[in-house]
């Protein structure tokens, strides 16, 4: 699989993680950021590895329900996949890449990378927080003068969906 196809595949994985779509996603201007401070950190091979079990998991799913069972098991409740999972999400969400648990950082690899810290100037402004409390992050994007005095709208139409993938014959 050449890089391209690799981001691809991250994109996907992201989305069905964070539940929302491509287009939001990319919305962000975050996506090669992450994807490249995911494998800096954690390794081509562990990203690759991630992305192929989510492949997996996702091609042998008859339904949604068997896809989210699937990622549970598979991927979540991997102890070397599942805290880089977990990782991904928070750095959609918050903009921000936690250390790894230190249990995982003895078995899998230390990278001198592996810290917690903003990936780039925008990445928290871009957080997927932000929309899916739909609200403008504090100290950036104002909303205008007077707009925190109303309830936040929350209307989220950007959520990734299941598609059952037809098999090449």
Known sequence: ?????????????SGALTDFNAFALHGTGQVENYYKTLNEIVGADT?????SVFQTVYECACDEQMFLTGIRQQIMGDVK???????IIKLWYTGTWYQLPRTWREVYGKSAQDKTFFVSSASYTEGLL????????????????????????????????????????
Not at 1 to 13: K, S, V
Not at 47 to 51: A, I, M, T, Y
């Open 130 to 169: 932000w929309q899916a409390i739909d609200a403008n992050p504090s100290g950036a994007k104002g909303p205008g003068y007077g707009s925190w005095s109303e309830p936040p709208r929350i209307h989220f139409d950007n959520s990734w969906q299941f598609v059952k993938q037809q098999s090449v014959q």
């Open 81 to 87: 996949l599942g805290p880089v999972a977990r990782n």
């Open 1 to 13: 699989m050449n890089t391209q196809q690799n981001q691809q595949q991250f994109i996907e994985l």
């Open 47 to 51: 990203v690759e590895q991630l992305c």
